[in-house]
């Protein structure tokens, strides 16, 4: 881009030296024919070199829109797989089975506190009375998860749906196991394309998009949230496009 705003702004200020040359040289007669041609080269070259600076910042500005977007998505998509996760013990990579989860599956709400029982084997020991602390786990009721995410909100029967972008495009939703240290440990990974979010824009910008290499911006050709490959739960946005874990 910098490399044709230079040759424009070269083209344009030759062909003002060139007019000056003509409107000394050129035959009257062919003066206001010349002079109108170069002035509307001068116009589209100015227009092109507008463009090619303007075009990138609507890019960004339109970008970021969507990215927010896109995120607000992969964070409900998230909370729904940890409490999967918290009630079955793993992630699941089906849609329709979290969505079924979300509307009738319950938190189990308990308390923690401290005790002590009779411990028979010491007081069979020493012969009088002895007693070991122990924690009871008491269960004070249940609560819908559905209740505890998005309250009286509907919005996790489209969180699979890509809310812009490439009309009817749908989130990647995988799971599985990792192994570390002899132990099989539950992992996931939603995700979707930059193509698929940006799939109307200049091809030349989305290009340089999916290869960003930058600590405020999303990196890599995709947004998501977890991974296939590292015990992780976080989304691959910065800060400024809000909390990403």
């Known amino acids: 881009m ?9 083209v344009i200020v030759l062909a003002f030296v060139f007019i ?15 002079n109108l041609a170069l002035w509307v080269l001068i116009g589209f070259l100015g227009y092109q070199t507008y463009m090619s600076i303007y075009t990138p910042i609507l890019f960004n500005k339109e970008k970021n829109k969507r990215y927010a977007k896109v995120i607000e998505n ?34 189990t709400i308990t308390q923690r506190r401290d005790s002590s029982v ?16 122990i924690v009871v786990i008491d269960t004070l009721g249940y609560v819908p998860v ?19 972008g490439e009309p009817g495009a749908k989130f990647k ?8 240290n002899k132990i099989n440990i539950p992992v996931f990974e939603a995700s979707v394309s930059k193509d698929v979010i940006l799939f109307d824009q200049d091809r030349d910008l989305v290009i340089q998009e999916k290869q960003v290499v930058s600590v ?5 050709a995709e947004l998501k949230v977890g991974s296939m490959e590292e015990v992780k739960t976080i989304g691959n946005w910065p800060k400024t496009y809000g909390d990403n874990e």
């Open 2 to 10: 910098l490399k044709f705003v230079l040759i424009a702004v070269a």
């Open 20 to 34: 000056k040359v003509i409107d000394k040289y050129l035959p009257i007669k062919l003066k206001p024919v010349v």
């Open 74 to 107: 992969l964070k409900d998509i998230r909370d729904s797989e940890l409490a999967f996760k918290q009630v079955t013990g793993k992630f699941t990579d089906n849609f329709d089975n979290l969505i079924k989860f979300i509307d009738t599956a319950e938190y």
């Open 118 to 133: 009779l411990d028979k084997e010491q007081t069979k020991l020493f012969g009088v009375d002895m007693y070991k602390d």
């Open 146 to 164: 559905k209740d505890s995410l998005f309250k009286t909100s509907n919005r996790y029967k489209t969180m699979m749906n890509v809310p812009v």
């Open 173 to 180: 939703l995988q799971a599985g196991f990792i192994e570390q």
């Open 216 to 220: 405020d911006g999303v990196n890599g």
